[in-house]
Nanobody, 127 residues
Framework: QVQLVESGGGLVQPGGSLRLSCAVSGRTIRWFGMGWFRQTPGKEREFVAGINWNGGDTSYSNSVKGRFTISRDNAENTVSLQMNSLKPEDTAVYYC????????????????????WGQGTQVTVSS
């Protein structure tokens, strides 16, 4: 059984930084595309950042491009999201997802492409 566990969320002031981590157990993510999504009450879960199986390609939503960086450590079976210059509109529950279709070159950016999800971690940006 594949489990994803996010950590690193919290309260931060505007302009601050946070680093989210996603630890995966049950299967190696070595061949999986991975991504981060976020959701606020009453809205659909939206794509934030994704990375393909070998880390050779990444994709970001326009709202976070230049501020967030996704990375992966296949040896540790983890994926991270470094978030800088945070804004109040970044406030959301952040979810880690795994696309288990192995060796896909393209970065999975659609929610329906993901097979596994974590339980989410709250990020609140407020002064």
């Amino acid at each position: 059984q594949v489990q994803l566990v996010e950590s690193g969320g919290g309260l931060v002031q505007p302009g601050g930084s946070l680093r989210l981590s996603c630890a995966v157990s049950g299967r190696t993510i070595r061949w999986f595309g991975m991504g981060w999504f976020r959701q606020t009450p009453g809205k659909e879960r939206e794509f934030v950042a994704g990375i393909n199986w070998n880390g050779g390609d990444t994709s970001y939503s326009n709202s976070v491009k230049g501020r967030f960086t996704i990375s992966r450590d296949n040896a540790e079976n983890t994926v991270s999201l470094q978030m800088n210059s945070l804004k109040p509109e970044d406030t959301a529950v952040y979810y880690c997802g795994a696309d288990s279709k192995a060796f896909r070159v393209a970065v999975p950016t659609s929610r329906v492409e993901y097979d596994y999800w974590g339980q989410g971690t709250q990020v609140t940006v407020s002064s």
